[in-house]
């Protein structure tokens, strides 16, 4: 009897430990893949703020002249003090503060609103407070969108292919019980992000930003800045502009340096050279060791050696197939190599997306032939050459089938499959008559309504392109012809907000030479500059506005020249500097599915390194051996703020 009670313990040992060894196994397969870790308890504040099925309710309770003090200075990006009431449950010393880099530009300056993107910090008064193990919230305004689901598309689709993706969903809000508008709620991406998509919080994250916008102009490696909660900003009077020799007819900016390494182009070895990385690191725990490892990958990425090495090569093509389809330029594909984060996790690096009011080719570029037909094999509106992330691996046959055939996957699971039209359907019954009703809306519910089928549209059309450019129909690394008829202004662009202060563009299609003058003369802007700065007085001479108007500039324009001269430096006269370096002031932030996250086809058919189980299977044995029980395991203790505990 003795004999078979331990025969039957040593058999439950024994498949116990089999079934354990193989659940580390599969982990560690994932984990090689970089695929995200669903079997990662989720903390509550997922669910409870970030349910897709609902529109959450949330009311700021502030101080009168506290919320009057916000608006009035919101550039400051300083926070205020005030309780939150989450879908009916009180949060109270909470810190909020207007934040953004296009809507914090835009707003101010437009005397019609104060609908300002904002940010709540939980444990900005009361240290270690959070809504449940959320740090950080963000609600952003959807300005320059519409439809209002251009951001949530978005994330879907990387949502879709597996990639890490802040949680997302509706919010309605109002201020002091007064409805203020309906916004999208969005977890901000620090340490309670990666500890619930990684299961720990090791690693090293980066918001690389090199020309971070605002009221308050770009960061541009300028040592005069202010860091506040990793957001770099830097007077507008350094504000410079680029000569004429150095502009691109396809980048926005001009030449595409990607400001102070976000670019990730190799400089050297000098940490210096990648202040627009390395100033804005997320984990105070990243150190100078750290950015070496940087570096290295950057050399690396260069020569494009080693390139597995150094990059999460299968998450990264994953991730440039959805913003190719999105033809998304507000991003590392655009001219400004801004609104994305990078995560370092032994010594491998990833992509991870962010803000996404700008998709859907509402940046850099608003011809609807040319966002329809953009080229899936030269996916930037810079150069190739200044965007080694994609291009090196691009350049590497193996590499570009597997991009291809994640685009397919994108079209064919989520377009063709109508998850992408009942994604569509099913926000517009969540959301509309929150839009209807929304008092500081950027558009009119009717512009609202009629924007709905062309963003249908724009998914159909831009799918029938990548499928006849995969399939050699189309060309891949030039603009192909397929037809489209969509309206791509309905949608909202970058601009007031209005959908109606569309740029001119070039022959591609890309906005080009700061939004002004004839796209065919590069000299345009520099002439248009030269005029201004005869200029001591803040008013343009009729004179002025005649040479201005023979270049080619129309009254709207002229209009943003003038606003841009009262930018630029000023001499001892009150007339503009010469600077041959200025830039013109532009605007430009629910779990994921247990069964949708992650295709069966994703997992590639990688070797796996034995001996790296050799630690995990001993240690398990190790821990059974000792009699460890398994619930000592913890993961980090959220500290959450409850009604209860705020009694």
Not at 46 to 60: H, Q, R, T
Not at 225 to 243: G, L, S, T
Not at 563 to 578: A, L
Request: glycine share 6%; proline share 4%; hydrophobic share 35%.
């Amino acid at each position: 009897m003795i004999k078979e009670r331990f025969a039957t313990i040593i058999s439950l040992a024994s498949i116990f430990l089999v079934a354990l060894t193989l659940v580390v196994f599969v982990g560690f397969i994932q984990k090689d893949n970089n695929l995200v870790n669903t079997s990662i308890k989720q903390p509550d504040y997922v669910y409870k703020i970030f349910n897709k099925d609902m529109v959450s309710e949330i009311n700021i309770i502030i101080d009168e002249n506290s919320w009057n003090d916000l608006l009035e200075n919101a550039i400051k990006e300083e926070y205020y003090n005030c309780d939150i009431i989450i879908n009916g449950e009180t949060f109270r010393n909470v810190g909020i503060r207007a934040k953004g880099n296009s809507s914090l530009s835009m707003v101010p300056n437009d005397s019609t609103t104060d609908r300002y993107s904002f940010k709540i910090k939980f444990s900005e008064y009361i240290k270690g407070q959070s809504y449940y193990g959320l740090d950080k919230l963000a609600f952003n305004n959807n300005i320059s969108d519409a439809t209002n689901m251009k951001e949530y598309l978005s994330y879907e689709m990387f949502e879709e292919m597996g990639i890490a993706t802040p949680g997302f969903a509706y919010t309605s809000i109002k201020v002091n019980g007064e409805m203020w508008g309906l916004y999208l709620a969005v977890e901000v991406m620090e340490e309670s992000f990666i500890e619930r998509y990684f299961g720990s919080i090791d690693g090293n994250l980066y918001k690389p930003e090199g020309m971070e916008m605002g009221a308050r102009g770009m960061n541009m490696g300028n040592p005069n800045i202010k860091n506040d909660d990793n957001a770099m900003r830097v007077d507008p009077k350094n504000i410079r502009i680029e000569n004429e020799e150095s502009v691109n007819p396809r980048n926005f900016w001009g030449p595409g340096k990607g400001s102070s390494g976000t670019n990730l182009v190799y400089t050297g070895d000098d940490i210096s050279n990648y202040s627009g990385i390395f100033d804005n690191t997320i984990f105070k725990t990243t150190d100078k060791k750290d950015y070496n490892t940087a570096i290295e990958m950057m050399k690396n990425l260069s020569t494009g050696t080693n390139l597995d090495e150094f990059l999460d090569v299968d998450e990264i093509l994953r991730y440039f197939a959805v913003n190719t389809f999105l033809v998304n330029l507000d991003s590392y594909a655009g001219s400004l190599k801004h609104n994305y984060y990078l995560y370092e996790r032994d010594g491998k690096f990833q992509i991870l997306p962010w803000d996404f009011n700008l998709s859907f080719a509402g940046h850099e570029v608003n011809n609807a032939s040319s966002a329809i037909n953009f080229p899936i094999d030269n996916p930037v509106s810079d150069t190739m050459e200044n965007s080694p992330l994609i291009s090196k691996l691009l350049e590497k046959e193996e590499y570009k089938k597997i991009y291809h055939q994640y685009l397919e996957d994108l079209v064919i699971n989520y377009i063709k499959s109508g998850k992408y039209k009942a994604s569509i359907s099913k926000v517009n019954e969540l959301i509309k008559e929150y839009v209807r009703n929304d008092p500081t809306a950027f558009f009119t519910y009717e512009q609202y309504e009629n924007s709905l089928p062309i963003l249908l549209q724009f998914g159909k059309d831009r799918a029938e392109s990548i499928i006849a450019q995969l399939n050699g129909e189309q060309p891949t690394t030039t603009y192909g012809n397929i037809n489209t008829n969509i309206d791509l202004a309905a949608l909202g662009s970058m601009g007031r907000g209005f959908g109606n202060n569309i740029p001119d563009m070039n022959r591609e299609g890309m906005v080009s030479l700061g939004n002004f003058g004839n796209n065919d003369n590069r000299n345009t802007i520099v002439k248009a500059m030269e005029i201004i700065r005869d200029s001591s007085s803040e008013e343009l001479t009729n004179e002025q506005k005649t040479k201005l108007k023979e270049l080619g500039l129309n009254d709207n324009q002229i209009e943003e020249m003038i606003n841009i001269r009262s930018r630029m430096p000023v001499d001892r006269e009150g007339r503009p500097q010469e600077n041959n370096n200025f830039r013109p002031n532009d605007e430009r932030n629910f779990p994921p599915q247990q069964g949708d996250m992650i295709h069966d086809n994703r997992i590639q058919q990688n070797s796996i390194d034995i001996e790296r189980l050799v630690i995990p299977i001993t240690s398990i044995l190790a821990l059974l051996l000792a009699l460890i029980p398994i619930s000592k395991l913890k993961r980090r203790k959220y500290i959450t703020c409850s009604p209860t505990s705020l009694k």
